[in-house]
Structures are given as structure tokens and as C-alpha cells.
Nanobody, 113 residues
Framework: QVQLAESGGGLVQPGGSLRLSCAAS????????MAWYRQAPAKQRELVAK???????NYADSVKGRFTISRGNAKNTMYLQMDSLKPEDTAVYYC???????WGQGTQVTVSS
């Protein structure tokens, strides 16, 4: 059974940085893409960034130039480097893997002074 585990969330001041990690385990034979989503209180879950198996990336307009998604050397690992964080980045961040639409349990990111 596929499992995703996020880590790296926390409390950071505006302008600060965090690095999120996602590790996938279980019966994974092929990865089409991995992605980060986030959900703020009273808002819908939204796509933050996505990376395909070939390394192509795309980002939400709100994070372009500030966030960087990457794949790790270890199979089925993914990172999200978040710089110049803003209070509006506060949310629970989720790791997603396709095919199969698997989700992690999320990690809280809070940007506040």
C-alpha cells in the first residue's frame, strides 16, 4: 500500500524559509508526477507546485519565484523549498502522487511574526 509522509513544516516569520520533504513508500511501480497542494482555513485545497517524472515543473502564480519543487536522489522523494514566505502562505501542505492520487496527511506551515 502506497504511503506518503510529509515533514518540515513549522512556524516561521515573514520573509523566512522552510523546506518541506515528502517520502513515498509501498507498491510504487511508476510515478507520473508528484505535487504539493495546500489548504488554508476555510479555503479549498489548491495546487502549489508539480513535478513530472521527466523533471518538468509548474507552479501556482502566487508562489512563482519564491518556491522551488525538486525530486530527491532517493527514489520517490520530493522537496519544496519555500523562500520569502508570506502570511498568506499559511496552510496545511499536502504531498500528492500520481497515478493513483495518493495523499499524505499534511504538514502545517504557519507564517507569522
Amino acid at each position: 500500500q502506497v504511503q506518503l509522509a510529509e515533514s518540515g513544516g513549522g512556524l516561521v516569520q515573514p520573509g523566512g524559509s522552510l523546506r518541506l520533504s515528502c517520502a513515498a513508500s509501498g507498491g510504487i511501480f511508476r510515478v507520473a508526477y508528484m505535487a504539493w497542494y495546500r489548504q488554508a482555513p476555510a479555503k479549498q485545497r489548491e495546487l502549489v507546485a508539480k513535478i513530472t517524472s521527466s523533471g518538468n515543473t509548474n507552479y501556482a502564480d502566487s508562489v512563482k519565484g519564491r518556491f522551488t519543487i525538486s525530486r530527491g536522489n532517493a527514489k520517490n522523494t520530493m522537496y519544496l523549498q519555500m523562500d520569502s514566505l508570506k502570511p498568506e502562505d499559511t496552510a496545511v501542505y499536502y504531498c500528492n502522487l500520481s497515478p493513483g492520487d495518493f495523499w499524505g496527511q499534511g504538514t502545517q506551515v504557519t507564517v507569522s511574526s
